[in-house]
């Protein structure tokens, strides 16, 4: 009885302090929130019976208050939060000289390169220049400043594209569920402060460990939102000028043909070498190995033929009966 008078009076206390409040948010409790009730099988006993009535509408109270307190925020009286990105394709002289420009730039912004990647790709006329496509992060508000040093200096802008993505409805709900947990986490320290039985703490301790989660959780995407509407991503695609040239059809020159011939030739001519090569030093011989063997399997099986055939050619021919001289 006298364990049960303190727990009466903080929920009284709890119950007047929801009652005052807007309406509240509910936070969802633990799988493990009512473990030891009659319902859920358990046997219960007298400090269990003591702490059910208890713990569970402190808990509600605790985070209904929390959220009557953090429910005056709203998305209009905060700066909105916007996410940021945008993706370029330009048509460069030197391919690997501007992605050095956009990396030492993206350094003196104050920004960080995410990935960059360098490789070859294919005019119309089959030849090899280079390509490269690079991912870089710039503070959002040199966003524009960072867009126009890209383009400068190019010879064409094939495509252009900036988003944004308005996430203040989601970072406001975050920060609430935040204060909710961290309020919440606040009044079962105290609870646990005040509880004696064993039970009873593993209990609160229980519930302890999920808000603490549930915390961490949240901390980590109101910090996702936050660096990523401070830091905009953009996206640069260079392609080489050789790759946009038009293809001439119908243009012929004697050189540029004799050239080709020789060319060809000499591929030809290394071509046949390397047969030769080849066949010399591994066709022929394999050849000669599984060939030999062969041969002389064919030549045994044909000499045996030839004499069962004779064999059988003596068996069938007739007999000539002898003349009685008179």
């Known amino acids: 009885m006298k364990r049960i008078l303190p727990f009466s009076l903080i929920v009284?206390?709890?119950?007047?302090?929801?009652?005052?409040?807007?309406?509240?948010?509910?936070?969802?409790?633990?799988?493990?929130?009512?473990?030891?009730?009659?319902?859920?099988?358990?046997?219960?006993?007298?400090?269990?019976?003591?702490?059910?009535?208890?713990?569970?509408?402190?808990?509600?109270?605790?985070?209904?208050?929390?959220?009557?307190?953090?429910?005056?925020?709203?998305?209009?009286?905060?700066?909105?939060?916007?996410?940021?990105?945008?993706?370029?394709?330009?048509?460069?002289?030197?391919?690997?000289?501007?992605?050095?420009?956009?990396?030492?730039?993206?350094?003196?912004?104050?920004?960080?390169?995410?990935?960059?990647?360098?490789?070859?790709?294919?005019?119309?006329?089959?030849?090899?220049?280079?390509?490269?496509?690079?991912?870089?992060?710039?503070?959002?508000?040199?966003?524009?400043?960072?867009?126009?040093?890209?383009?400068?200096?190019?010879?064409?802008?094939?495509?252009?594209?900036?988003?944004?993505?308005?996430?203040?409805?989601?970072?406001?709900?975050?920060?609430?569920?935040?204060?909710?947990?961290?309020?919440?986490?606040?009044?079962?320290?105290?609870?646990l402060k005040k509880a004696t039985d064993t039970t009873d703490v593993v209990n609160i301790f229980n519930q302890l460990v999920y808000y603490r989660e549930q915390i961490e959780l949240v901390k980590g995407q109101i910090k996702y939102y936050e660096e990523a509407a401070a830091l905009s991503a953009i996206t640069v695609h260079i392609i080489a000028e050789e790759t946009i040239q038009p293809l001439v059809i119908g243009k012929w020159e004697p050189k540029g043909v004799a050239l080709t011939a020789v060319q060809d030739l000499i591929n030809f001519m290394k071509g046949f070498t390397e047969f030769i090569i080849r066949f010399v030093i591994y066709t022929l011989p394999v050849w000669f190995i599984i060939g030999i063997p062969l041969y002389l399997v064919f030549l045994g099986a044909r000499k045996l033929f030839r004499k069962m055939r004779g064999n059988k050619v003596k068996k069938e021919q007739p007999q000539e009966t002898p003349v009685e001289k008179k």
């Not at 390509?131 to 400043?145: G, N, Y």
């Open 12 to 191: 009284i206390t709890a119950l007047i302090l929801a009652a005052c409040g807007a309406s509240p948010v509910e936070v969802p409790a633990p799988a493990d929130f009512y473990n030891n009730s009659p319902e859920m099988g358990g046997a219960p006993s007298v400090a269990q019976d003591s702490l059910q009535p208890a713990s569970a509408p402190e808990a509600r109270s605790a985070e209904q208050s929390t959220a009557n307190s953090g429910s005056g925020v709203s998305a209009a009286a905060i700066e909105r939060i916007v996410i940021k990105n945008a993706d370029l394709a330009i048509v460069v002289a030197d391919v690997e000289g501007r992605m050095k420009n956009i990396q030492v730039m993206t350094q003196q912004m104050g920004g960080f390169v995410v990935s960059s990647n360098l490789y070859q790709s294919y005019t119309n006329t089959n030849i090899k220049v280079p390509e490269a496509q690079i991912v870089v992060r710039v503070p959002s508000e040199k966003l524009e400043d960072a867009m126009n040093q890209i383009k400068k200096d190019t010879v064409e802008i094939q495509a252009e594209n900036i988003s944004g993505q308005d996430v203040t409805a989601e970072y406001v709900d975050l920060q609430s569920r935040l204060k909710n947990f961290e309020s919440a986490e606040s009044q079962l320290n105290e609870i």
